[in-house]
């Protein structure tokens, strides 16, 4: 198991840019695939992309493509989503989570760890 804490949420305006960060403590970080996830009131948590643990590689979800990149520094146990051009449509509670093995899944239960969220709020 990996606990993992969110933080860099806040309220933006259309265009803007913001960072989340995902500190991980365990030792598991190091070998276990990293991913966002986020959820708007009503609607179901919805993958937004996620990084194999020696970051050879990336997956993105289509509503995400080209605006938002995922990073992660295994020596501070930390993954980063930097998120450009932001859209009121990506207003959300974003999820840090973690899972064992070395493929990227989409589906929220395959992921074993999670964080508390943190709220992003986009306004037009």
């Known amino acids: 198991q990996v606990q993992l804490v969110e933080s860099g949420g806040g309220l933006v305006q259309a265009g803007d840019s913001l960072r989340l960060s995902c500190a991980a403590s365990g030792r598991a970080f190091s070998t276990s695939v990293m991913a966002w996830f986020r959820q708007a009131p009503g609607k179901e948590r919805e993958f937004v992309v996620g990084?194999?643990?020696?970051?050879?590689?990336?997956y993105y979800g289509d509503s995400v493509k080209g605006r938002f990149t995922i990073s992660r520094d295994n020596a501070k146990n930390t993954v980063y989503l930097q998120m450009n051009s932001l859209k009121p449509e990506d207003t959300a509670v974003y999820y840090c989570a973690a899972r064992q093995g070395g493929i990227i899944l989409t589906y929220p239960s395959t992921y074993g760890s999670w964080g508390q969220g943190t709220q992003v709020t986009v306004s037009s």
């Open positions: 990084v194999t643990r020696n970051t050879d590689n990336t």
